[in-house]
């Protein structure tokens, strides 16, 4: 099981940015893929974006593409979400995933483990 930490998240203007980190711990962190999902109030967490094992491959859901960009340091067992030219529509908590395999997918259920979010918030 990999334990995920989440920071980097605050309160910014529209057209603002904000870099999400996601630190990782206990299992083999370059060994899966990782994602970023959001959930705002009274909707459905939704997938934001995804990074392969090797960070070669991406990505990332219509409505954040061109926007927002995801790396990872394996080195660092971290995973990145730069988030750019913010709108009020993209206020949410943010969680990171570790997924079951190394490619990228979307479903939730792909997902074995989650941090514990943090929230972003886009004032207009």
């Known amino acids: 099981q990999v334990q995920l930490a989440e920071s980097g998240g605050g309160l910014v203007q529209a057209g603002g940015s904000l870099r999400l980190s996601c630190a990782a711990s206990?299992?083999?962190?370059?060994?899966?893929?990782m994602g970023w999902f959001r959930q705002a109030p009274g909707k459905e967490r939704e997938f934001v974006g995804g990074i392969s094992w090797s960070g070669i491959s991406t990505y990332y859901a219509d409505s954040v593409k061109g926007r927002f960009t995801i790396s990872r340091d394996n080195a660092k067992s971290t995973v990145y979400l730069q988030i750019n030219s913010l709108k009020p529509e993209d206020t949410a908590v943010y969680y990171c995933a570790s997924n079951r395999f190394k490619v990228v997918t979307t479903s939730l259920a792909d997902f074995s483990s989650w941090g514990q979010g943090t929230q972003v918030t886009v004032s207009s």
């Open positions: 206990g299992r083999t962190f370059s060994s899966y893929a």
